[in-house]
Protein backbone atom coordinates (compact mmCIF):
# COMPACT_ATOMS: atom_id res chain seq x y z
CA UNK A 1 0.00 0.00 0.00
CA UNK A 2 0.79 3.80 -0.19
CA UNK A 3 2.15 5.46 2.66
CA UNK A 4 3.82 8.97 3.35
CA UNK A 5 6.83 7.98 5.79
CA UNK A 6 9.56 10.20 7.85
CA UNK A 7 12.94 8.36 7.43
CA UNK A 8 15.39 11.06 9.36
CA UNK A 9 15.87 13.89 11.21
CA UNK A 10 15.60 16.07 8.23
CA UNK A 11 13.72 17.95 6.11
CA UNK A 12 11.08 16.37 3.53
CA UNK A 13 8.50 13.45 3.44
CA UNK A 14 8.43 10.50 0.89
CA UNK A 15 5.53 8.41 -0.52
CA UNK A 16 6.74 5.02 -1.13
CA UNK A 17 4.88 1.12 -0.93
CA UNK A 18 5.44 -0.43 2.50
CA UNK A 19 3.32 -3.79 3.47
CA UNK A 20 -0.69 -3.36 4.73
CA UNK A 21 -0.69 -3.80 8.65
CA UNK A 22 -2.38 -6.50 10.94
CA UNK A 23 -4.28 -5.49 13.64
CA UNK A 24 -3.13 -6.67 16.96
CA UNK A 25 -5.43 -8.16 19.43
CA UNK A 26 -6.24 -4.61 20.90
CA UNK A 27 -6.37 -3.23 17.20
CA UNK A 28 -8.84 -2.05 14.68
CA UNK A 29 -7.63 -2.10 10.54
CA UNK A 30 -9.04 0.62 8.75
CA UNK A 31 -9.68 1.21 4.82
CA UNK A 32 -8.42 5.63 5.28
CA UNK A 33 -11.13 7.09 3.64
CA UNK A 34 -9.56 11.26 4.59
CA UNK A 35 -6.68 12.07 6.97
CA UNK A 36 -5.44 15.70 6.80
CA UNK A 37 -2.09 17.58 7.67
CA UNK A 38 -1.47 18.89 11.08
CA UNK A 39 1.20 21.66 11.94
CA UNK A 40 3.06 18.67 13.78
CA UNK A 41 3.30 17.01 10.45
CA UNK A 42 4.27 20.19 8.56
CA UNK A 43 6.81 20.50 11.72
CA UNK A 44 8.35 17.26 10.64
CA UNK A 45 8.17 17.81 6.84
CA UNK A 46 10.67 20.98 7.80
CA UNK A 47 12.37 19.35 10.45
CA UNK A 48 12.51 22.21 12.95
CA UNK A 49 12.88 22.52 16.74
CA UNK A 50 9.34 22.16 17.28
CA UNK A 51 9.95 18.59 16.02
CA UNK A 52 12.96 17.68 17.36
CA UNK A 53 11.68 18.47 21.15
CA UNK A 54 8.39 16.70 19.89
CA UNK A 55 10.18 13.70 18.43
CA UNK A 56 12.28 13.61 21.45
CA UNK A 57 9.81 13.76 23.85
CA UNK A 58 7.59 10.81 22.46
CA UNK A 59 9.94 8.57 21.42
CA UNK A 60 9.67 8.82 17.62
CA UNK A 61 11.34 6.04 15.31
CA UNK A 62 12.73 6.35 12.34
CA UNK A 63 11.53 5.14 9.30
CA UNK A 64 7.55 5.64 10.88
CA UNK A 65 4.36 6.67 8.66
CA UNK A 66 3.28 10.33 9.44
CA UNK A 67 -0.02 11.61 9.72
CA UNK A 68 -3.17 11.75 12.84
CA UNK A 69 -6.13 12.70 11.63
CA UNK A 70 -8.12 10.60 9.82
CA UNK A 71 -11.28 9.01 9.59
CA UNK A 72 -11.98 5.51 7.55
CA UNK A 73 -14.10 1.99 7.44
CA UNK A 74 -13.19 -0.53 10.01
CA UNK A 75 -12.31 -3.43 7.72
CA UNK A 76 -10.55 -5.93 10.70
CA UNK A 77 -10.44 -6.05 14.27
CA UNK A 78 -8.19 -8.11 16.42
CA UNK A 79 -9.24 -10.91 18.72
CA UNK A 80 -9.42 -9.22 22.06
CA UNK A 81 -11.77 -5.90 20.56
CA UNK A 82 -14.88 -5.25 21.76
CA UNK A 83 -17.57 -2.69 20.63
CA UNK A 84 -16.18 -2.18 17.41
CA UNK A 85 -16.93 -4.10 14.31
CA UNK A 86 -16.34 -4.09 10.56
CA UNK A 87 -18.09 -1.56 8.73
CA UNK A 88 -17.93 1.10 11.72
CA UNK A 89 -17.08 4.21 10.36
CA UNK A 90 -14.47 5.91 13.21
CA UNK A 91 -12.11 8.81 13.35
CA UNK A 92 -9.09 8.49 15.83
CA UNK A 93 -8.04 10.61 19.06
CA UNK A 94 -4.47 10.95 18.68
CA UNK A 95 -3.51 10.45 22.64
CA UNK A 96 -2.97 6.81 23.55
CA UNK A 97 -3.47 6.26 27.26
CA UNK A 98 -2.75 3.88 29.57
CA UNK A 99 -6.09 3.96 31.60
CA UNK A 100 -4.27 2.80 34.70
CA UNK A 101 -2.31 5.85 35.71
CA UNK A 102 -3.28 9.21 38.11
CA UNK A 103 -4.78 11.14 35.11
CA UNK A 104 -6.77 8.53 33.60
CA UNK A 105 -8.49 7.67 36.70
CA UNK A 106 -9.27 11.17 37.72
CA UNK A 107 -10.63 11.67 34.28
CA UNK A 108 -7.26 13.38 32.33
CA UNK A 109 -6.43 10.57 30.00
CA UNK A 110 -5.82 13.13 27.53
CA UNK A 111 -2.78 13.69 29.88
CA UNK A 112 -1.69 10.39 30.79
CA UNK A 113 1.57 9.94 32.56
CA UNK A 114 2.36 7.35 30.09
CA UNK A 115 1.41 8.95 27.12
CA UNK A 116 2.29 7.97 23.77
CA UNK A 117 1.18 9.71 20.24
CA UNK A 118 -0.61 8.62 17.16
CA UNK A 119 1.70 9.10 14.47
CA UNK A 120 4.33 10.11 16.60
CA UNK A 121 5.05 7.27 19.06
CA UNK A 122 3.97 4.47 16.50
CA UNK A 123 3.05 4.83 12.53
CA UNK A 124 0.41 7.00 11.89
CA UNK A 125 -2.66 7.32 8.81
CA UNK A 126 -0.76 8.98 5.95
CA UNK A 127 -1.52 5.36 4.16
CA UNK A 128 -4.15 3.80 2.64
CA UNK A 129 -4.38 1.37 5.70
CA UNK A 130 -4.03 2.24 9.13
CA UNK A 131 -3.74 0.23 12.35
CA UNK A 132 -4.48 1.95 15.99
CA UNK A 133 -5.97 0.56 19.04
CA UNK A 134 -9.63 0.27 19.49
CA UNK A 135 -9.54 2.42 22.72
CA UNK A 136 -8.74 5.30 20.44
CA UNK A 137 -11.96 4.75 18.12
CA UNK A 138 -15.04 7.40 18.09
CA UNK A 139 -17.41 6.01 15.85
CA UNK A 140 -18.86 8.43 13.55
CA UNK A 141 -23.00 9.03 13.61
CA UNK A 142 -23.82 8.30 10.04
CA UNK A 143 -24.66 12.16 8.52
CA UNK A 144 -21.20 12.76 9.24
CA UNK A 145 -19.14 12.63 6.28
CA UNK A 146 -15.17 10.79 6.41
CA UNK A 147 -13.98 14.70 5.92
CA UNK A 148 -15.79 16.01 8.29
CA UNK A 149 -14.58 12.93 10.62
CA UNK A 150 -10.66 13.49 9.83
CA UNK A 151 -11.35 17.03 11.43
CA UNK A 152 -12.53 15.59 14.60
CA UNK A 153 -8.98 15.20 15.68
CA UNK A 154 -8.15 18.83 15.35
CA UNK A 155 -11.73 20.28 16.00
CA UNK A 156 -11.53 18.82 19.40
CA UNK A 157 -8.59 20.82 19.97
CA UNK A 158 -10.51 23.62 19.35
CA UNK A 159 -13.97 22.95 21.02
CA UNK A 160 -11.87 22.29 24.60
CA UNK A 161 -10.01 25.50 23.75
CA UNK A 162 -13.21 27.32 24.11
CA UNK A 163 -13.96 25.05 27.50
CA UNK A 164 -11.13 26.07 28.98
CA UNK A 165 -11.87 29.87 28.40
CA UNK A 166 -15.32 30.11 30.78
CA UNK A 167 -16.97 32.05 27.67
CA UNK A 168 -19.77 34.41 28.99
CA UNK A 169 -23.09 34.87 26.17
CA UNK A 170 -21.78 38.18 24.78
CA UNK A 171 -18.13 38.25 25.68
CA UNK A 172 -15.91 39.13 22.79
CA UNK A 173 -13.16 36.75 21.86
CA UNK A 174 -9.73 37.60 20.03
CA UNK A 175 -8.41 34.40 18.40
CA UNK A 176 -4.67 34.72 17.43
CA UNK A 177 -3.97 32.72 14.51
CA UNK A 178 -6.71 31.95 11.15
CA UNK A 179 -5.16 28.50 10.50
CA UNK A 180 -8.01 24.96 10.65
CA UNK A 181 -8.01 25.32 14.24
CA UNK A 182 -7.95 29.00 14.74
CA UNK A 183 -11.26 28.93 11.98
CA UNK A 184 -12.63 25.86 14.31
CA UNK A 185 -12.22 27.94 17.62
CA UNK A 186 -13.84 30.62 16.21
CA UNK A 187 -16.86 29.26 14.74
CA UNK A 188 -17.17 27.28 17.99
CA UNK A 189 -17.32 30.87 20.16
CA UNK A 190 -19.89 31.97 17.73
CA UNK A 191 -22.20 28.88 17.63
CA UNK A 192 -21.64 29.02 21.70
CA UNK A 193 -22.79 32.49 22.14
CA UNK A 194 -19.67 34.82 21.90
CA UNK A 195 -20.82 38.47 21.11
CA UNK A 196 -18.19 38.85 18.39
CA UNK A 197 -14.81 37.31 17.51
CA UNK A 198 -11.69 39.23 16.48
CA UNK A 199 -9.47 36.69 14.53
CA UNK A 200 -6.06 37.54 13.61
CA UNK A 201 -3.58 36.33 11.10
CA UNK A 202 -0.98 37.80 8.74
CA UNK A 203 -2.47 35.92 5.62
CA UNK A 204 -4.96 37.64 4.11
CA UNK A 205 -6.16 34.02 2.30
CA UNK A 206 -6.85 33.17 6.27
CA UNK A 207 -8.21 36.29 6.99
CA UNK A 208 -10.45 36.35 4.49
CA UNK A 209 -11.51 32.70 5.64
CA UNK A 210 -12.45 34.11 9.20
CA UNK A 211 -14.45 36.85 7.65
CA UNK A 212 -16.59 34.05 5.76
CA UNK A 213 -17.42 32.80 9.15
CA UNK A 214 -18.45 36.09 10.59
CA UNK A 215 -15.60 36.85 12.64
CA UNK A 216 -13.82 40.36 12.71
CA UNK A 217 -10.76 39.38 10.32
CA UNK A 218 -7.47 41.37 11.02
CA UNK A 219 -4.05 40.76 9.44
CA UNK A 220 -1.99 42.31 11.70
CA UNK A 221 0.62 42.96 9.31
CA UNK A 222 -1.35 45.95 7.77
CA UNK A 223 -3.68 47.19 10.20
CA UNK A 224 -3.17 48.41 14.12
CA UNK A 225 -4.89 45.36 15.84
CA UNK A 226 -4.44 47.65 19.58
CA UNK A 227 -7.02 50.06 17.75
CA UNK A 228 -9.42 47.28 16.24
CA UNK A 229 -9.67 46.26 20.28
CA UNK A 230 -10.18 49.67 21.20
CA UNK A 231 -12.81 50.10 18.78
CA UNK A 232 -14.70 47.05 20.39
CA UNK A 233 -13.69 47.18 24.11
CA UNK A 234 -12.79 50.30 25.20
CA UNK A 235 -15.69 50.67 27.81
CA UNK A 236 -14.48 47.17 29.50
CA UNK A 237 -10.56 47.47 29.14
CA UNK A 238 -10.11 44.84 26.72
CA UNK A 239 -11.19 41.26 25.37
CA UNK A 240 -12.71 38.91 27.94
CA UNK A 241 -10.97 36.12 26.07
CA UNK A 242 -7.90 35.29 24.16
CA UNK A 243 -7.13 32.32 22.44
CA UNK A 244 -3.61 31.66 21.34
CA UNK A 245 -3.54 29.29 18.43
CA UNK A 246 -0.31 30.33 16.26
CA UNK A 247 2.52 29.19 18.85
CA UNK A 248 4.42 32.32 17.68
CA UNK A 249 6.89 33.64 20.60
CA UNK A 250 6.49 37.31 19.13
CA UNK A 251 2.71 37.40 19.81
CA UNK A 252 3.10 36.73 23.37
CA UNK A 253 5.48 40.41 23.00
CA UNK A 254 1.67 42.30 23.20
CA UNK A 255 -0.79 39.52 24.18
CA UNK A 256 -2.20 40.19 27.42
CA UNK A 257 -2.19 43.81 26.65
CA UNK A 258 -5.42 43.36 24.54
CA UNK A 259 -6.85 41.15 27.57
CA UNK A 260 -9.60 43.19 29.86
CA UNK A 261 -8.63 42.44 33.99
CA UNK A 262 -10.01 39.49 34.93
CA UNK A 263 -9.90 38.24 31.42
CA UNK A 264 -8.78 34.49 30.34
CA UNK A 265 -5.85 33.43 27.88
CA UNK A 266 -5.93 29.66 26.63
CA UNK A 267 -2.87 28.84 24.58
CA UNK A 268 -3.16 26.18 22.05
CA UNK A 269 -0.35 25.82 20.05
CA UNK A 270 3.59 24.87 21.38
CA UNK A 271 5.73 27.61 20.59
CA UNK A 272 9.36 26.24 19.87
CA UNK A 273 11.54 27.80 22.89
CA UNK A 274 10.82 29.48 26.24
CA UNK A 275 8.69 32.48 26.33
CA UNK A 276 9.53 35.27 28.51
CA UNK A 277 5.71 37.10 29.99
CA UNK A 278 6.30 39.68 32.93
CA UNK A 279 4.28 37.82 35.52
CA UNK A 280 3.19 40.96 37.76
CA UNK A 281 2.45 43.15 35.08
CA UNK A 282 0.55 40.45 32.43
CA UNK A 283 -0.93 38.02 35.39
CA UNK A 284 -1.08 38.66 38.90
CA UNK A 285 -2.12 42.60 38.63
CA UNK A 286 -4.22 41.83 35.94
CA UNK A 287 -5.85 38.67 37.61
CA UNK A 288 -5.38 37.30 34.15
CA UNK A 289 -6.29 33.59 34.21
CA UNK A 290 -4.07 31.28 31.79
CA UNK A 291 -4.65 28.24 30.94
CA UNK A 292 -3.27 25.54 28.47
CA UNK A 293 -4.55 22.91 26.22
CA UNK A 294 -3.26 19.86 25.18
CA UNK A 295 -5.57 17.54 23.05
CA UNK A 296 -9.08 17.15 23.65
CA UNK A 297 -10.93 15.75 26.73
CA UNK A 298 -11.90 11.87 26.40
CA UNK A 299 -14.42 11.55 25.02
CA UNK A 300 -16.56 14.45 26.58
CA UNK A 301 -14.86 16.85 24.02
CA UNK A 302 -15.49 14.89 21.40
CA UNK A 303 -19.44 14.11 22.04
CA UNK A 304 -19.74 17.78 22.97
CA UNK A 305 -17.59 18.66 18.88
CA UNK A 306 -20.18 15.98 17.16
CA UNK A 307 -23.11 17.66 18.39
CA UNK A 308 -22.32 20.43 17.12
CA UNK A 309 -21.15 18.78 13.37
CA UNK A 310 -24.15 16.98 13.23
CA UNK A 311 -26.92 19.47 14.41
CA UNK A 312 -25.11 21.98 11.31
CA UNK A 313 -24.15 24.34 13.99
CA UNK A 314 -20.54 24.50 12.57
CA UNK A 315 -19.34 23.91 8.86
CA UNK A 316 -16.30 22.02 8.42
CA UNK A 317 -16.74 21.82 4.62
CA UNK A 318 -15.79 25.49 4.80
CA UNK A 319 -12.24 24.99 6.63
CA UNK A 320 -11.11 22.27 3.93
CA UNK A 321 -9.50 23.69 1.31
CA UNK A 322 -7.38 21.33 -0.79
CA UNK A 323 -7.21 17.69 -1.67
CA UNK A 324 -4.84 15.50 -2.37
CA UNK A 325 -3.29 12.17 -3.35
CA UNK A 326 -1.33 10.22 -0.93
CA UNK A 327 1.55 10.76 -4.38
CA UNK A 328 1.61 14.03 -4.41
CA UNK A 329 2.43 14.19 -0.66
CA UNK A 330 5.22 17.09 -1.44
CA UNK A 331 2.72 19.46 -2.95
CA UNK A 332 0.51 19.08 -0.15
CA UNK A 333 3.33 20.17 1.85
CA UNK A 334 4.01 22.87 -0.10
CA UNK A 335 0.78 24.39 -0.73
CA UNK A 336 0.35 24.36 3.16
CA UNK A 337 2.73 28.12 2.73
CA UNK A 338 0.48 29.53 -0.62
CA UNK A 339 -2.72 29.65 1.04
CA UNK A 340 -4.81 27.28 2.63
CA UNK A 341 -7.23 26.24 5.46
CA UNK A 342 -7.30 22.46 5.97
CA UNK A 343 -5.65 20.10 3.22
CA UNK A 344 -6.47 16.58 3.24
CA UNK A 345 -5.27 13.56 1.79
CA UNK A 346 -7.54 10.91 -0.04
CA UNK A 347 -5.91 7.76 -0.68
CA UNK A 348 -8.99 7.10 -3.27
CA UNK A 349 -7.43 9.62 -5.28
CA UNK A 350 -4.49 7.61 -6.01
CA UNK A 351 -6.85 4.78 -7.42
Not at 147 to 173: F, I, S
Not at 180 to 201: E, N, Y
Not at 306 to 327: A, M
Request: hydrophobic share 40%; with cysteine; glycine share 10%.
Amino acid sequence: MKAIIKSGRKPGVECVEIPRPAPKADEVLIEVKATAICGTDIHYWKWNDSAEAFANQYNVQFPFVLGHECAGIVTEIGAEVEGIAVGDHVAFETHIYCGRCYQCRTGNAHNCQNLAIYGTSCDGCFAEYATAPASVCFKLPDTVSFEEGALYEPGGVAMHAVQRADLRPGDTVLVFGCGAIGQMVTQIMLASGAGRVIAVDIDDYKVGMAREYGAIGVNSAKEDLGEVVKRYTAERGGVDVIVEVTGAPSVYETLFDYLRPEGHVVTVAHPGKPIPINVTRSINTKGATLRGVFGRRIWDTWYAFSGLVENKKIDLSKVITHRFPLSMCTEAFEQTGKGAGKILFIPELDK
